[in-house]
């Protein structure tokens, strides 16, 4: 989509040349003003007005021709860069393939490695793990890439940093973390953001260690500590993936652990299915603060199954004097038993919130036959018109109610 | 009868928008011994190419550009004949089990996440070419003498 | 004393076009660099970009106000349809269609007319018929008695049940991908309610299924200038605003916004001709006054295709109709103006629209007015108008050359060397009479604000019923954040 080269001479460029006009402008109106005291087109100004004129005229027949150059550029660069591409991932594969017993064919043989090149071993390990994997980052390693990234991670040039995080992410190098995890204190939201993502991923490959001090103890230190917003940290959560089970656990039994955290940790034990986590993530239940108490709930609709010890407080909470509460707990409570749930979910068939009133019919329709009854008979008789038109619509979308009945239930034409 | 082909002069089509990733694997297979082995980064290439070449198994990425995986199954099942077995072995960083499932039911006859292990890829290709040679010979051998197949 | 006036005047158009352009050069450096640069990094390409979108996003109901569009109705909707996103819903609004375009929707659709569980959270025109797509799940058409674009989507949001939604119109194309990335920074930011997206002229661009394939520069020169237009106005005019956390209007552009937050803030405005832009404006003031945290922002992601005009006809009415929205919602919001209970938006953006945006037109044209004038009557030297005049022009090109080198360098999107040196010449072509035309459309609009208020031209407005239900408790999203926004 973007290209990102050649932008900086650019805009270097463009910043020059505007600058200058500015000057030139600036300087315009002041001897026009000091002109017209003496009268309205006096010479010296015409005189600035043409040089500007010339300079301005110029600015464009070269900005013209800088990008029409280009243009040959970076096709004969675009097309140079292909061939470097080539030849490194030839090489890199190589190594990878046969170990690094023999040099080989080092295009460039250079200490640091060209752009090209890093791109290239990158790639390479998105695709390929184990042995080969393994490999390629010790080349990474050796040739002090990582150690070249960090560098510019920490250096004062944003569109440097920002690449550099980029990389590490990509790399998923374990001797990068910390210094991530530093940069999650940095005073640019898009640092402290990508910085989050790609300390995630790099927590997700590296091998568990036990231990206050470990890598997943900084992590979950590092997160409570910094300012971000809750959708990254949940970003960061979720690109833990299989690793995310243990932190996830550490964090939902933290007493001390900040209402903002929690939620997050909810939303992200629902969304990564840790259908083993029903308990913990149950005890919100009871919790003084509405949303969390409906971001358990939330989290346990997407388990797919509420734990014992949360029956009592799911029940409950589908009467909560909050309606968000209430829509929550009444979805989740489709996944309980029939006996138990049917009595508390019908009454609000004709809550006065649009949303419970359809997470009610949606989750007695789930309850089996007795909750499809349940709402068929809603559909016909029930007192209240909205309740009846909810009934009706939830019987078509799960299929148990033709369009042509449905229209005569509710006597559409 | 049709001498058994070895595994490793099977036709084998890489069909990947990265071009890394698709020296890499020209490089897995070359060190394993296939000698056979075409490849794309321009899925739009992919019919004339299959027409041409008659692979017997296609490595697929899913997440390509312009056309994606899905779609190149789709143009490859409306190519091949219904008894033809095409083995297409899919390779995505993609881990979603609903993924799976839809290549899977999509025509592809195995799936492989990246980051891949180079053993177990091999293995698998093995498998299927193994399963592919064996369909052929099973069907020239239904053919009766004398009519062409 | 005449000559007094008109020297003072000429004193005051060369402030106003130096201040113009110096703030113009300033607005194109920042956006560029603040929001492109940084961009262009952070949505890079890459598996982590993938990983990311398979979960991290919200899912969005496009709203598609329709009024007599039954030619191309069914191709629109088709395409939508087929966008690559993976959650979403559309909700088509008839707008009182007299012609197919309802009979056309409910053949190529299955549409079922079924009763619908509405809510009713905005007043809107009464809606006749709700129906539902057989074949397709996630489409809902209404059929409505005409009231307007901004009563149908309103009428939409009434149906709509994601936590985001977008207008677009008929004949738009979406990018699914860049809708994602967009859905992605309403997770990311629980402040923002609202994010402005770049369009791009579809004209001549190859498309296939659905998805832009390859953009080609039109043949036409016409749409070639509004190529150029295009671009400038979003990667500078708009990144820079974003920047400054002043984004005062994603008019004409395609935006995407929370929906409880435009609930909030009452919904769209009926009776005015450029309702997007007005929301916007609403939802700042909304939210300042509210004393609440928001973030409003621009992405320089092209989320949207949309033809543009090809005739100076359609061309005239749409910048006419343009115009005359940005005054009417400047008006209706005219308490804003040099307010400082608006902070940086009343002191800052709102005159800046006002002294050079909506009256710019009307001062450029009494420039070149008074600039001919002036020779005739003797007191302007030849050889100032004319260096002046040239200068204007010049500058105009720079400005615009700067567009075409942002598609150059960092979209590529018209990568043959033809097309590059056509959009080259089309940035010098473009000041040497398109420039001047369009500026005496929208002085003349300006003219007419008053006499055309909430007009499109063709369209007439019938009496709007709210509805006989009244409005229920504040709505909900299924998905609710800790800061209630």
């Given at each position: 989509m973007w290209r990102r080269y050649g932008d900086a001479a650019y805009t270097l460029m463009t910043l020059a040349i505007f600058g200058f006009e500015t000057i030139a402008l600036g300087a315009l109106s002041l001897s026009f003003l000091l002109g017209s005291a003496s009268g309205i087109a006096s010479t010296p100004v015409e005189g600035i007005l043409l040089g500007i004129v010339i300079s301005t005229a110029s600015a464009l027949a070269l900005l013209g021709l800088y990008l029409l150059s280009y243009h040959f550029i970076s096709n004969m660069r675009d097309r140079w860069q292909a061939d470097q591409l080539d030849q490194w991932t030839e090489w890199w594969v190589g190594l990878a393939l046969t170990g690094p017993g023999e040099p080989g064919?080092?295009?460039?043989?250079?200490r640091r490695l060209p752009r090209v090149a890093v791109h290239s071993v990158l790639s390479l390990l998105e695709a390929v793990k184990g042995e080969e994997g393994d490999r390629l980052k010790e080349a990474l390693a050796s040739h002090g890439v990582d150690s070249w990234f960090l560098r510019r991670a920490r250096s004062g040039h944003l569109t440097a940093k920002l690449d550099a995080i980029e990389n590490l992410g990509k790399a998923?190098?374990?001797?990068s973390f910390d210094h991530l995890l530093d940069l999650l204190?940095?005073?640019k939201p898009v640092v402290r953001r990508m910085s989050a993502r790609a300390a995630g991923v790099t927590l997700a490959v590296m091998p568990p260690e036990p231990g206050p001090d470990s890598p997943h103890a900084r992590f979950i230190h590092a997160i409570k500590h910094a300012d971000l917003q809750p959708g990254v940290v949940q970003e960061s959560l979720l690109l833990?993936?299989?690793?995310a089970g243990p932190i996830l656990r550490e964090l939902l039994a933290?007493?001390?652990?900040?209402d903002t955290l929690r939620w997050v940790a909810l939303e992200t034990v629902g969304r990564l299915g840790l259908a083993d986590m029903a308990d913990e993530a149950a005890?919100?239940?009871?919790?003084?603060?509405p949303e969390l108490r409906a971001a358990t709930f939330r989290c346990l609709r997407r388990l797919g199954s509420v734990p014992e010890t949360a029956e009592g407080p799911l029940l409950a909470a589908v009467d909560d004097e909050v309606d968000f509460v209430r829509v929550q707990a009444a979805h989740a409570a489709g996944f309980l038993s029939a006996e138990a749930a049917l009595p508390r979910l019908e009454?609000?068939?004709?809550?006065?919130?649009w949303w419970v009133r359809r997470a009610a019919a949606a989750s007695l329709a789930r309850l089996g036959e007795i909750g499809v009854a349940t709402v068929r008979r809603a559909a016909e008789s029930h007192p209240d018109k909205a309740a009846r038109e909810m009934a009706v619509q939830i019987l078509l979308e799960a299929d148990e109610l033709t369009p042509a009945a449905a229209r005569l239930a509710t006597g559409v034409a | 009868m049709l001498a058994t082909p070895r595994l490793t002069d099977a036709r084998i089509l890489v069909v990947d928008d990265e071009r890394v990733n698709v020296v890499l694997l020209e490089r897995i297979l070359e060190q394993d011994g296939y000698r056979n082995v075409k490849s794309l980064?321009?899925?739009?290439e992919v019919v004339a190419l299959y027409d041409q070449f008659?692979?017997?198994?296609v490595l697929l990425?899913?997440?390509?550009?312009?056309?994606d995986g899905f779609a190149v199954m789709k143009l490859l099942e409306d190519r091949i004949s219904s008894d033809t077995f095409l083995p297409i072995l899919i390779l995505t960083a993609d881990i979603r089990p609903e993924i799976k499932r839809r290549a899977l039911s999509a025509g592809a006859k195995d799936f492989v996440t990246k980051p891949f292990d180079r053993t177990e890829v091999l293995l698998r290709i093995q498998n299927l070419l193994e399963t592919r040679f064996l369909h052929l010979r099973m069907r020239h051998d239904a053919v009766p003498e004398g009519q062409a197949t | 004393m005449w000559r007094t006036l008109l020297t003072g005047y000429q004193y005051v158009l060369l402030v106003y076009f130096s201040s113009l352009n110096i703030l113009y050069a300033l607005f194109s450096c920042i956006g560029l660099r603040a929001i492109v640069v940084v961009f262009a990094r952070e949505f890079s390409q890459g598996s982590l970009r993938d990983l990311l979108e398979r979960d991290v996003y919200k899912p969005v109901s496009i709203l598609v106000p329709a009024h007599n569009e039954e030619v191309s109705i069914v191709g629109s909707v088709q395409s939508l349809l087929n966008l690559q996103f993976p959650e979403f819903e559309i909700v088509v609004v008839?707008?009182?269609?007299?012609?197919e375009t309802m009979e056309r929707l409910i053949e190529a659709f299955a549409l079922a007319e079924l009763p619908w569980a509405t809510r009713q959270d905005l007043p809107s025109a009464h809606v006749r018929r709700t129906f539902r797509s057989l074949t397709h799940p996630n489409l809902i058409v209404v059929d409505k008695e005409a009231g307007g674009k901004a009563d149908s989507l309103n009428a939409g949001l009434n149906m709509a049940r994601y936590p985001l939604f977008a207008a677009v119109d008929a004949d738009s194309l979406l990018d699914g991908e860049a809708i994602l990335r967009a859905s992605r920074l309403f997770v990311e930011d629980e402040t923002l309610i609202g994010v402005g997206g770049t369009i791009r002229p579809l004209n001549a661009a190859v498309v296939e299924d659905g998805r832009v394939i390859e953009a080609k520069i039109p043949k036409h020169w016409l749409e070639r200038f509004q190529i150029l237009e295009y671009a400038r106005a979003f990667f500078t005019g708009r990144a820079g605003w974003s920047h400054f956390k002043s984004l005062l209007i994603i008019s004409g552009a395609f935006g995407l916004f929370r929906r409880t937050a435009v609930l909030e803030a009452g919904g769209f405005l009926v009776g005015t001709v450029a309702e997007d832009m007005e929301l916007v404006v609403r939802l700042h003031k909304h939210f300042l006054s509210e004393g609440k945290p928001y973030n409003i922002r621009f992405t320089p992601d092209p989320i949207c295709w949309s033809e543009v005009p090809s005739d100076l006809g359609t061309l005239r009415r749409q910048r006419n109709r343009w115009h005359r929205g940005l005054w009417e919602t400047l008006w209706t919001h005219?308490?804003?103006?040099?307010?400082?209970?608006?902070?940086r938006l009343g002191m800052v953006a709102v005159p800046y629209f006002w002294i050079f945006e909506a009256l710019a037109p009307v001062i450029e044209i009494s420039g070149y007015v008074l600039v001919v004038i002036g020779m005739f009557a003797g007191f302007v030297s030849p050889r100032f108008a004319i260096l002046f005049v040239v200068l204007a022009i010049l500058y105009g090109m720079l400005a615009s050359q700067l567009a075409a080198g942002i598609e150059t360098f960092l979209?590529?999107?018209?990568?043959r060397l033809r097309d590059r040196a056509i959009l080259l010449l089309a940035a010098f072509l473009e000041f040497v009479g398109y420039r001047q035309f369009l500026a005496i459309e929208r002085t003349i609009a300006t003219v007419q604000v008053p006499f055309k208020?909430?007009?499109?031209?063709?369209m007439h407005r019938k009496g709007i019923r709210s509805s006989t239900e009244a409005p229920s408790p504040a709505d909900l999203e299924e998905e609710r954040t800790p800061a209630g926004v």
């Open positions: 064919v080092n295009p460039g043989n250079r998923r190098l374990p001797q204190h940095n005073a833990l993936e299989t690793r933290d007493p001390d652990l900040s005890a919100s239940s009871n919790h003084p603060d009454p609000h068939l004709e809550d006065t919130s | 980064t321009d899925p739009s008659e692979p017997d198994l990425d899913l997440h390509m550009p312009k056309l | 008839s707008d009182g269609s007299e012609d005219k308490d804003m103006l040099f307010n400082p209970r608006y902070g979209s590529n999107r018209y990568p208020r909430g007009q499109w031209g063709k």
